[in-house]
């Protein structure tokens, strides 16, 4: 049975184990400073992103959580909360928030896994797939809101435009 059929049983261990089994069987580069976290890099669309993954085994929930910074140093206007609400009212899973601190906008997605006993292949690719969509199909919006303008209506108008017909 190859890696790619498993499910990975951790009813006494921990997911991140298994998630950390899987990206060295793919060749992902990684970072893991603890038994409880690693981070994961990625390719994206419109740029690289670092995976964090952390277990709560508390609650029996996988945080995933991923950034990218802003390097614009103009300060940014309130109106970057309004974005982020109009932002997350589209996203299909988990949501964006902006740390002033950092400049930087975060995604963070969290998964329960109460009542599971196991964490398959596909359940580890389908997380690492969800963050990388999510992130690169609203990137455009905060690059046009954060480098070209920053009107929250005018970034979601110009980055999610729906194409209509067939080219």
């Not at 059929?5 to 921990?14: I, L, R, V």
Request: proline residues 2%; negative net charge; hydrophobic residues 40%.
């Amino acid at each position: 049975m190859s890696f790619d059929n498993q499910k990975k049983n951790f009813s006494n261990n921990n997911p991140i184990d298994f998630i950390e089994e899987y990206v060295l069987n793919d060749g992902i580069e990684k970072v893991r400073d603890s038994s409880d976290e690693i981070v994961i890099f990625s390719k994206g669309v419109w740029k690289n992103y670092d995976i964090n993954f952390k277990w709560d085994s508390k609650q029996k929930i996988i945080e995933v959580s991923t950034y990218f910074e802003m390097s614009k140093k103009n300060r940014i206007n309130k109106s970057i909360y309004s974005l982020i609400s109009d932002v997350n009212k589209k996203a299909n899973v988990g949501f964006f928030n902006y740390c002033t601190e950092h400049n930087s906008i975060f995604f963070s997605y969290k998964i329960s896994i109460k009542g599971q006993d196991f964490i398959s292949v596909e359940q580890i690719k389908n997380i690492i797939n969800i963050v990388i969509n999510e992130c690169d199909r609203f990137f455009p919006v905060f690059f046009v809101f954060f480098y070209k303008k920053q009107d929250p209506i005018h970034a979601l108008d110009i980055a999610l435009l729906d194409t209509v017909g067939e080219a």
